[in-house]
Nanobody, 122 residues
Framework: QVQLVESGGGLVQAGGSLRLSCAAS????????MGWFRQAPGKEREFVAL????????NLANAVNGRFTISRDNDKNTVYLQMTSLKPEDTAVYYCAAVGGFYSDPARVEYWGQGTQVTVSS
């Protein structure tokens, strides 16, 4: 089992920034690609960002590429999502995820966090 606990969500004006954190515990953090997904009201959960243990590369959704950055601190078992130039359409519940491979399909996620709300006002 892997437990994931997100923090850092909140209300921000358009153009602002937030940093989400996700602390992992349980099974070996290095076994998993870590990522972020989000779900807006009335929409399906969608991929945002992924990063493997090596931190050698990252995959970001087109909608956030250039504005969001994913990083991970393997010593702290923590993954981060730095969000800048936020837009109202970024409003969603953001979920931390542990994935067994480099998969952006939510159906392939093995463990989910409880989610943290991000609201961007116009």
């Amino acid at each position: 089992q892997v437990q994931l606990v997100e923090s850092g969500g909140g209300l921000v004006q358009a153009g602002g920034s937030l940093r989400l954190s996700c602390a992992a515990s349980g099974r070996t953090f290095s076994n998993y690609v870590m990522g972020w997904f989000r779900q807006a009201p009335g929409k399906e959960r969608e991929f945002v960002a992924l990063m493997p243990w090596s931190r050698a590369y990252a995959n970001l959704a087109n909608a956030v590429n250039g504005r969001f950055t994913i990083s991970r601190d393997n010593d702290k078992n923590t993954v981060y999502l730095q969000m800048t130039s936020l837009k109202p359409e970024d409003t969603a519940v953001y979920y931390c995820a542990a994935v067994g491979g480099f998969y952006s399909d939510p159906a392939r996620v093995e463990y989910w966090g409880q989610g943290t709300q991000v609201t961007v006002s116009s």
